[in-house]
């Protein structure tokens, strides 16, 4: 799936809903620019409290790292399956 992106000034941005393919996956994730004009990953899970009341977990991320964090994970993955 393509990126969505949307032109914004530093500091707001859009967050989308994630298409998820496991369980521990966020339920939205977006890059925008934060407002010292870096490029941040933005992710959020929905969750629930013991008594059931919904609550948001909200990740800011330098975009790069997290990236590079996806690629040790894909590598470990694949060389744990060979």
Do not use: C
């Given at each position: ?22 369980d ?9 620019i ?27 991320q330098?975009a ?5 964090e ?13």
């Amino acid at each position: 799936m393509a990126k969505k992106t949307n032109k914004v000034d530093k500091g707001i941005g859009f967050i989308w809903s994630n298409d998820k393919t496991a369980d521990n996956q966020p339920d939205f994730k977006q890059e925008m620019i934060n407002l010292d004009g870096k490029k941040v990953e933005a992710t959020i899970w929905i969750k629930k409290t013991a008594n059931g009341k919904p609550y948001a977990l909200l990740k800011l991320q330098d975009a790069v790292e997290a990236e590079h964090e996806r690629h040790e994970y894909r590598m470990a993955k694949l060389q744990g399956a060979a």
